[in-house]
């Protein structure tokens, strides 16, 4: 079962409140055959008048139905990260064996 509500944390892990997801129109998945994992997005208008982005996978792997919500600034930042590339498999082991090499340790 789909969630209807998503918690909304503050950057300490406070729930600031639910986002209502009862009407949100999820994008990201039209396209894709059945059976194929793919990430869905919604912008949905909270109580507290901010757009919030709220990000959930499909098919839901389980009956928890994890959503993660987002504030307009931490998506901007993800967004404005992933045009450039940031997240792309390669620069991420790049950026890992560049860490390594400097005697840092990768992250898990």
């Known amino acids: 079962m789909r969630r209807t509500t998503?918690?909304?944390y503050s950057k300490?892990?406070?729930?600031?409140?639910h986002l209502d997801l009862s009407n949100a129109h999820w994008q990201g998945g039209e396209d894709v055959e059945a059976g194929v994992e793919v990430v869905e997005v919604a912008f949905v208008r909270h109580t507290d008048g901010v757009i919030y982005?709220?990000?959930?996978?499909?098919?839901?792997?389980?009956?928890?139905d994890l959503v993660i919500t987002y504030t307009p600034t931490e998506w901007?930042?993800?967004?404005?990260?992933?045009?450039?590339?940031?997240?792309?498999?390669?620069?991420?082991?790049?950026?890992?064996?560049?860490?390594?090499?400097?005697?840092?340790?990768?992250?898990?």
Not at 12 to 17: A, E, F, I, Y
Not at 53 to 64: G, H, I, L, M, S
């Open 53 to 64: 982005t709220a990000v959930r996978r499909t098919p839901p792997r389980t009956d928890e």
């Open 6 to 8: 998503a918690p909304i």
């Open 76 to 108: 901007e930042l993800f967004a404005a990260r992933a045009s450039t590339g940031y997240f792309d498999p390669e620069a991420v082991l790049e950026r890992r064996r560049s860490r390594e090499e400097r005697g840092g340790s990768a992250p898990g």
């Open 12 to 17: 300490s892990g406070d729930v600031l409140g």
